[in-house]
């Protein structure tokens, strides 16, 4: 054990005692099959929103987004850029509720251009708002700058008329949006993917649009974009609803849209109810509650499978409670229960990203919205697009409160394990198995593993005795809420408080190493990664 696990493991003795007197020891077994991949992620999983509401956007007499907006987010604020740049790239998807009231002030708008106005009797409670072409050209300098791949959400009611309550319908008009694409490549600014529309699908958040309309509109924007992208070395995915499951809707969409047109299906999720729901911490503590959501993935893959099979599922936006997340709960550490097991749980069903609302802005902003701080959501997202790789593995686990995903190590040979312990008095001692290894006869298992260990020792043993410890041990992040309240809004890694550095930087996030071959210890409410660089995983390779 080297001296910097043994300060760890001193401190956690420490700050622990008092619950270690009263909490009770399970044990666990955790299997894991390298042998072959069940669904893969794209490399930029990992994927954040910014959203267009004003300040005076408010449920529940709380008024959250301050000038977190597209339209006012300071974007020279020192802390946003870092923290962007740190994930080597972050996904950002532009778009949000009022994405469907978004004018461009570029080509010949129809409209003066003015920014929201609260109007109780338009949709979503404003007017429509403008961007700026100056605003757009500043947005995209801080995405370029800092490494940023974008994701823009279209409006796809320009033009549209009211038929009936929440019913849009007419044709879509495409002049503004064609419009402003072609400023953006004029420009020089990359998209990686621009979306159609948010909420509409089904019977829609505030308003929708017929199936069938919706698809012959998909049709008439892939056609603009492969014109306007024509002579473009690379061409933009075309994503789409943007909006809940409805697999009725979607397959008929679809169907109308036809091969090729769709590239990425996009949906969202607020599977933890209302902002102001009360019961928002036990929901999230409960496994049964966070498993409901696995039919959603399930079907959805299935109708991929059947009407699409070209194209990729996205979690387009998901922020846990709607209406702009829950207070003192969203942005502190025990919303990263939900997160990351929602992160685990749709990488099985092949989600290749997972756009989280929000970057900034709201109560569920990995950012503050005011000091720019990281909340514990931030960190969590940031350790599971290092660690986490591309390749998901199928993993069981014996014990009903711990949630556990497995995944090939990102950009290293070897296997990373997510473990959440949901339980709020049973610590877990864990022992990790190979499948590939359990068939195998005991003496026949004792001859591998001596084998292995020998063969790394003789492989590092010109680095000298620190490579060779690294050599046969496991990295660890064991991560726990300050003074251990779930509600704390400090996360804390290997016992120390998560914080910016001195020139407003982000924290290195480091491991402490284990020997291999001792067992995992997990603390009651807390969440671990484990990197396991030797684990022998073929598929991994």
Same mark, same amino acid.
């Given at each position: 054990?080297?001296?910097?696990?043994?300060?760890?493991?001193?401190?956690?003795?420490?700050?622990?005692l008092?619950?270690?007197?009263?909490?009770?020891?399970?044990?666990?077994?955790?299997?894991? +099959?390298?042998?072959?991949?069940?669904?893969?992620?794209?490399?930029?999983?990992?994927?954040?929103?910014? +959203?267009?509401?004003?300040?005076?956007?408010?449920?529940y007499?709380?008024c959250?987004?301050?000038?977190?907006s597209?339209?006012n987010?300071?974007l020279? !604020?020192? %802390?946003l850029?870092?923290?962007?740049? =740190?994930?080597?790239?972050?996904?950002?998807?532009?778009?949000? #509720? &009022?994405?469907?009231?978004?004018?461009?002030?570029v080509?010949?708008?129809?409209?003066?251009? !003015?920014?929201?106005?609260?109007?109780?009797?338009r949709?979503?409670?404003? /007017?429509?708002?403008?961007?700026?072409m100056?605003?757009?050209?500043?947005? *995209?300098?801080?995405?370029?700058?800092?490494?940023?791949?974008?994701?823009f959400?279209?409006?796809?009611?320009?033009?549209?008329?009211?038929?009936?309550?929440?019913?849009?319908g007419g044709?879509?008009?495409?002049?503004?949006?064609q419009?402003?694409?072609?400023?953006?490549?004029?420009?020089g600014?990359?998209?990686?993917?621009?979306?159609?529309?948010?909420? $509409?699908?089904?019977?829609? %958040?505030?308003?929708?649009?017929?199936?069938?309309?919706?698809?012959?509109?998909?049709?008439?924007l892939?056609?603009?974009?492969?014109?306007?992208?024509?002579?473009?070395?690379?061409?933009?995915?075309l =994503?789409?609803p943007?909006?809940?499951?409805?697999?009725?809707w979607y /397959?008929?969409? $679809?169907?109308?849209? @036809?091969?090729?047109?769709?590239?990425?299906?996009?949906?969202?999720?607020?599977? &933890?109810?209302?902002?102001?729901?009360?019961n928002?911490?036990?929901?999230?503590?409960?496994?049964?509650?966070?498993?409901?959501?696995?039919?959603?993935?399930?079907?959805l893959?299935?109708?991929?499978?059947?009407?699409?099979?070209?194209a990729?599922?996205?979690?387009?936006? /998901?922020? @846990?409670?709607?209406?702009s997340g829950?207070?003192?709960?969203?942005?502190?550490?025990?919303?990263?229960?939900? *997160?990351?097991?929602?992160?685990?749980?749709?990488?099985?069903?092949?989600?290749?990203?997972?756009?989280?609302q929000?970057?900034?802005?709201?109560?569920?902003? &990995?950012?503050?919205k005011?000091?720019?701080?990281?909340?514990?959501?931030?960190?969590? =997202? $940031?350790?599971?697009?290092?660690?986490?790789?591309?390749?998901? $593995?199928?993993?069981?686990?014996?014990?009903?409160?711990l949630?556990?995903?497995?995944?090939?190590?990102?950009?290293r040979?070897?296997?990373?394990?997510?473990?959440?312990?949901? #339980?709020?008095?049973?610590?877990?001692?864990?022992?990790?198995?190979?499948?590939?290894?359990?068939?195998?006869?005991?003496?026949?298992?004792?001859?591998?593993? #001596?084998?292995?260990? !020998?063969?790394?020792?003789?492989?590092?043993?010109?680095?000298?005795?620190?490579a060779?410890?690294?050599a046969?041990?496991?990295?660890? *992040?064991?991560?726990?809420?300050?003074?251990?309240?779930?509600?704390?809004?400090?996360?804390?890694?290997?016992?120390?408080?998560?914080?910016?550095?001195? +020139?407003?930087?982000?924290?290195?996030?480091?491991?402490?190493?284990?020997?291999?071959?001792?067992?995992?210890?997990?603390?009651?409410?807390?969440?671990?990664?484990?990197?396991f660089?030797?684990?022998?995983?073929? =598929?991994?390779?």
């Amino acid at each position: 054990m080297d001296s910097q696990m043994g300060i760890f493991l001193f401190f956690f003795f420490l700050v622990s005692l008092p619950a270690f007197l009263t909490q009770e020891v399970g044990s666990a077994m955790i299997i894991v +099959d390298g042998t072959s991949t069940i669904a893969t992620n794209d490399d930029k999983f990992i994927c954040a929103t910014i +959203d267009w509401w004003p300040h005076d956007k408010c449920n529940y007499n709380q008024c959250p987004w301050g000038n977190s907006s597209a339209m006012n987010l300071d974007l020279s !604020h020192p %802390v946003l850029a870092k923290a962007i740049q =740190a994930f080597k790239p972050l996904r950002i998807r532009i778009g949000g #509720s &009022l994405q469907d009231r978004v004018l461009y002030d570029v080509g010949n708008l129809k409209f003066p251009c !003015h920014p929201f106005i609260r109007m109780e009797d338009r949709l979503f409670g404003f /007017s429509k708002g403008c961007l700026r072409m100056s605003r757009w050209d500043e947005l *995209y300098h801080l995405f370029n700058t800092t490494g940023a791949v974008l994701t823009f959400g279209l409006n796809a009611l320009y033009g549209r008329h009211l038929i009936k309550k929440g019913v849009w319908g007419g044709a879509w008009d495409s002049s503004n949006a064609q419009d402003f694409i072609k400023y953006t490549i004029s420009k020089g600014h990359r998209i990686d993917s621009w979306e159609f529309g948010n909420e $509409l699908s089904g019977s829609g %958040v505030g308003a929708s649009v017929d199936a069938e309309l919706y698809g012959k509109d998909l049709v008439n924007l892939k056609k603009i974009i492969n014109k306007l992208y024509e002579k473009s070395t690379s061409k933009p995915a075309l =994503a789409a609803p943007g909006g809940f499951f409805d697999q009725k809707w979607y /397959s008929q969409f $679809l169907k109308v849209s @036809g091969p090729g047109v769709v590239n990425v299906l996009t949906h969202h999720i607020y599977n &933890l109810g209302s902002g102001v729901d009360p019961n928002l911490v036990k929901k999230i503590l409960d496994p049964r509650h966070l498993s409901k959501i696995s039919e959603t993935f399930s079907n959805l893959k299935q109708t991929i499978n059947h009407d699409s099979p070209w194209a990729s599922a996205w979690v387009g936006e /998901s922020g @846990g409670a709607y209406n702009s997340g829950g207070r003192h709960v969203s942005n502190t550490f025990v919303n990263s229960f939900w *997160y990351l097991d929602q992160l685990g749980m749709s990488s099985k069903y092949n989600t290749k990203v997972y756009c989280r609302q929000t970057l900034i802005g709201g109560n569920y902003g &990995l950012l503050n919205k005011t000091t720019f701080v990281p909340n514990p959501d931030y960190y969590s =997202a $940031l350790l599971w697009h290092r660690l986490m790789g591309k390749g998901v $593995l199928h993993v069981g686990c014996s014990a009903s409160f711990l949630r556990t995903y497995a995944h090939c190590s990102k950009g290293r040979e070897g296997m990373t394990l997510l473990l959440i312990n949901l #339980s709020n008095q049973t610590a877990y001692t864990i022992d990790v198995q190979n499948r590939k290894d359990m068939y195998l006869p005991a003496r026949e298992r004792n001859i591998k593993e #001596s084998f292995v260990l !020998h063969s790394f020792k003789r492989s590092v043993a010109w680095v000298g005795n620190r490579a060779s410890d690294e050599a046969l041990s496991r990295e660890e *992040y064991h991560l726990t809420p300050k003074d251990g309240d779930i509600q704390s809004q400090t996360m804390v890694l290997n016992g120390l408080p998560l914080k910016l550095t001195g +020139d407003g930087g982000i924290p290195t996030l480091d491991p402490v190493r284990v020997d291999v071959k001792s067992p995992i210890h997990v603390a009651p409410l807390s969440i671990a990664f484990i990197v396991f660089p030797n684990f022998d995983a073929p =598929a991994c390779v």
